[in-house]
């Protein structure tokens, strides 16, 4: 920290702010993490550099989503979604719409995470057939009651994450089956 205060350059500073922040995430020390990277927002900021403010506000967004602080992860990537259009950063846009999506998801709104599902898809990105993007989708459509378009997207999630499925998406998707099952056979 001290090299980066001694630079007097305040985006070499702000960069190095962000990479003390992400080794107190890869610490989980998210208290800290949050801090230095909303003090290398302020220098990024004051420097111009967008692309990395983009960067710093979608790691500050996890964060969020993390600590289960779902309305501050909205505002995060609301003002990332904004930034990210204004860039004309599809990829961005798309990611940060999807982790709006979640975190309307995660704070029990499905139906305000609809529009937010639909800007994902409708960005011709790659994020719009990444895992996450179809967990999403398979999680929006099981809390609205459709469990075999459920199934079937995390099937979909399944085969794109390849080696990098886990026990976590398993357990969701037998979860889904077991629901798609009983609506079929009506119990």
Known sequence: RRRAEGSGDPRRRAHALVNLGNIADARHQPVEAESLWREALEGLRRAGDTHNELTVLNNLGVLQLDRQDY????????????????????????????????????????????????????????????PETLATRAKLAFRQGRPAEAVRLMEECRKAAGKAWGPKRAKELELYREAAARRTSGL
């Not at 979604?81 to 309307?104: F, G, I, P």
């Not at 998801?105 to 719009?128: F, G, I, K, N």
Request: no cysteine; hydrophobic share 40%.
């Open 71 to 130: 309305t501050a992860a909205e505002a995060t990537y609301r003002e990332l979604v904004a930034l990210a259009t204004q860039q004309k950063d599809r990829v961005m846009e798309a990611a940060s719409s999807l982790n709006l999506a979640m975190a309307r998801l995660e704070a029990d709104r499905p139906s305000e995470a609809e529009p937010w599902r639909d800007r994902v898809t409708s960005l011709d990105t790659w994020v719009r057939g990444h």
